[in-house]
Nanobody, 114 residues
Framework: VQLQASGGGLVQAGGSLRLSCAASGSIFSINVMGWYRQAPGKQRELVASITSGGQRNYADSVKGRFTISRDNRKNTVYLQMNSLKPEDTAVYYC?????????WGQGTQVTVSS
């Protein structure tokens, strides 16, 4: 199973970005897909996750600003990020849990300038 993330970049505070992550390989069903981030000197943290049934979970710091969605037919998860803040700057990693095994994408850099 491979996860390919895209959509990171540099944006000014208050701007928006949309991340995408497509899973490929021998996949029967993906239980949970999500996004994590890791800022320099900090631990990796959950940003948002979504189950195959559509249940969403968000970190408190992004509630109301970020929206996670997924296309089960395409095995793709999206993260719409609005009202970005400098503290959102990090490497964002997509994650997929398949039959209890966690898979990770390569990470995409998001930089928010003040």
């Amino acid at each position: 199973v491979q996860l390919q993330a895209s959509g990171g970049g540099l944006v000014q505070a208050g701007g928006s970005l949309r991340l995408s992550c497509a899973a490929s390989g021998s996949i029967f069903s993906i239980n949970v897909m999500g996004w994590y981030r890791q800022a320099p000197g900090k631990q990796r943290e959950l940003v948002a996750s979504i189950t195959s049934g559509g249940q969403r979970n968000y970190a408190d710091s992004v509630k109301g600003r970020f929206t996670i969605s997924r296309d089960n037919r395409k095995n793709t998860v999206y993260l719409q990020m609005n009202s970005l803040k400098p503290e959102d700057t990090a490497v964002y990693y997509c994650n997929a849990v398949i039959v209890g095994i966690a898979y990770w994408g390569q990470g995409t850099q998001v930089t928010v300038s003040s």
